[in-house]
């Protein structure tokens, strides 16, 4: 198990401790075509293409990250990195052992929707986006919809079994109301669960203040407030479950380091002492702790351009080749070892038993 957690009610994640010994080189589905609720029209079909990026063609511009080749990549980079961070679980509600309708909100590359519905075959599984970019060949339980998840649902009249969402950072500008339209459609004895990230990096000594990541970071999810949107959903996640009605509220936060610069032995040493004390802590291994590490440094050197280019080229009068040179410079610190930035993970599996 891979949890980063302290064992405590309350309490956060263990801290991470440097590794000073590193030198800086040490870095089948079925043939079923998915199915869409909505006719693909040329129209959605035809992106935006800026800045050698494609964007998305339905509500253009409503999304800023491109919905390209690359970025589906990353995107999977970040999946793979999650299941890392969390024991290899799609989820951590603890569903029945044959749920029967659910839905992955803003489901990007659909490869959520695509695990959970090879794990479950008894579930209608729903995946919705703005990008029918999803593969066409998935299980027969998968069925993928074009939709704006900050519009009204209306699903309310077949709720489900769980609501997925996660990743939504920096996509949503009412994320309130998100949660509002997530507990207004699922069944009474159901699950909703949010997975998403507070986008300010942090580092635990320090070392993250005053450089070029940090730099890019205030500017890029400065950008991203100017015109709205939530960058740091994660950590307001319990707040927003309180207000929309749910009652049994949990949240876990995982961290991701940004490269491979964690001495994991304290977490070795962190559950050995907490076995003692007969708490049970999920902890991980050396290499588990690496990997996620370096995972997370590969979708962020992919994921800087995505991040940073239409917001700051469309909204603040940057030009492509100034967001090029900011991204160089983070790129360059982003491999120092010297320098311990983390991404906090916040995740809900709530129930709805409360109306």
Request: proline fraction near 6%.
């Given at each position: 198990?891979?949890?980063?957690?302290?064992p405590g009610?309350?309490?956060?994640?263990?801290?991470?401790?440097?590794d000073i010994?590193?030198?800086?080189t040490d870095?089948?589905y079925g043939a079923e075509?998915?199915?869409?609720t909505?006719?693909?029209?040329?129209?959605?079909?035809?992106?935006?293409?800026?800045?050698g990026?494609?964007?998305?063609?339905?509500?253009?511009?409503?999304?800023?990250?491109?919905?390209?080749?690359?970025?589906?990549d990353?995107?999977d980079?970040?999946?793979e990195?999650?299941l890392?961070?969390?024991?290899?679980?799609?989820?951590?509600?603890?569903?029945?052992?044959?749920p029967?309708r659910?839905?992955?909100v803003?489901?990007?590359?659909?490869?959520?929707a695509?695990?959970?519905?090879?794990?479950?075959?008894?579930?209608?599984v729903?995946?919705?986006?703005?990008?029918?970019?999803?593969?066409?060949?998935v299980?027969p339980?998968?069925?993928?919809?074009i939709?704006?998840?900050?519009?009204?649902w209306?699903?309310?009249?077949v709720?489900f079994?769980f609501?997925?969402?996660r990743?939504?950072a920096?996509?949503?500008?009412?994320?309130?109301?998100?949660?509002?339209?997530a507990?207004?459609c699922?069944?009474p004895?159901?699950y909703?669960?949010?997975?998403?990230?507070?986008?300010?990096?942090?580092?635990?000594?320090?070392s993250?203040s005053?450089?070029?990541?940090e730099r890019?970071?205030t500017?890029?999810?400065g950008a991203?407030?100017?015109?709205?949107?939530?960058?740091?959903?994660?950590?307001?996640?319990?707040?927003?479950?309180?207000e929309v009605?749910f009652?049994d509220?949990?949240?876990?936060?995982?961290?991701?380091?940004l490269?491979?610069?964690?001495?994991?032995?304290?977490?070795?040493?962190?559950?050995l002492?907490?076995?003692?004390?007969?708490v049970v802590?999920?902890?991980?291994?050396?290499?588990?702790?690496k990997?996620?590490?370096?995972?997370?440094l590969?979708?962020a050197?992919?994921?800087y351009?995505?991040?940073?280019?239409?917001v700051?080229?469309?909204?603040?009068?940057?030009?492509k080749?100034?967001?090029a040179?900011?991204?160089?410079k983070?790129?360059?610190?982003?491999r120092?070892?010297?320098?311990?930035?983390?991404h906090?993970?916040?995740v809900?599996?709530v129930?709805?038993?409360?109306?």
């Amino acid at each position: 198990m891979m949890q980063a957690m302290a064992p405590g009610p309350g309490s956060g994640p263990v801290p991470i401790e440097v590794d000073i010994h590193l030198f800086e080189t040490d870095s089948s589905y079925g043939a079923e075509l998915s199915t869409y609720t909505a006719t693909v029209t040329s129209s959605a079909l035809d992106y935006r293409r800026e800045n050698g990026r494609r964007y998305h063609a339905f509500r253009d511009g409503i999304y800023l990250l491109p919905n390209d080749d690359e970025e589906a990549d990353r995107l999977d980079m970040v999946h793979e990195m999650t299941l890392l961070m969390m024991g290899r679980r799609l989820f951590l509600a603890p569903l029945p052992p044959s749920p029967q309708r659910v839905i992955d909100v803003g489901t990007g590359t659909g490869i959520w929707a695509i695990d959970f519905a090879d794990k479950y075959p008894s579930a209608e599984v729903f995946g919705n986006d703005l990008s029918p970019t999803q593969p066409t060949l998935v299980p027969p339980n998968v069925k993928f919809l074009i939709d704006d998840i900050e519009d009204d649902w209306g699903y309310e009249k077949v709720p489900f079994d769980f609501v997925h969402a996660r990743y939504l950072a920096c996509s949503i500008k009412n994320f309130k109301r998100l949660v509002q339209q997530a507990y207004n459609c699922a069944k009474p004895g159901g699950y909703v669960e949010f997975q998403d990230w507070d986008c300010m990096l942090e580092s635990e000594d320090g070392s993250f203040s005053g450089t070029n990541i940090e730099r890019y970071y205030t500017e890029v999810l400065g950008a991203f407030e100017k015109v709205g949107y939530c960058t740091r959903p994660g950590p307001s996640l319990e707040k927003w479950f309180h207000e929309v009605g749910f009652e049994d509220i949990h949240v876990q936060r995982y961290k991701a380091p940004l490269g491979t610069w964690p001495k994991d032995e304290h977490y070795v040493c962190m559950f050995l002492i907490l076995f003692q004390m007969m708490v049970v802590a999920d902890v991980c291994s050396l290499r588990e702790q690496k990997e996620i590490g370096a995972w997370c440094l590969l979708q962020a050197e992919k994921g800087y351009e995505a991040l940073a280019m239409a917001v700051l080229t469309r909204f603040q009068g940057w030009s492509k080749e100034e967001v090029a040179d900011l991204i160089e410079k983070t790129m360059v610190e982003t491999r120092n070892l010297n320098i311990h930035p983390l991404h906090n993970l916040y995740v809900s599996p709530v129930p709805q038993d409360t109306r």
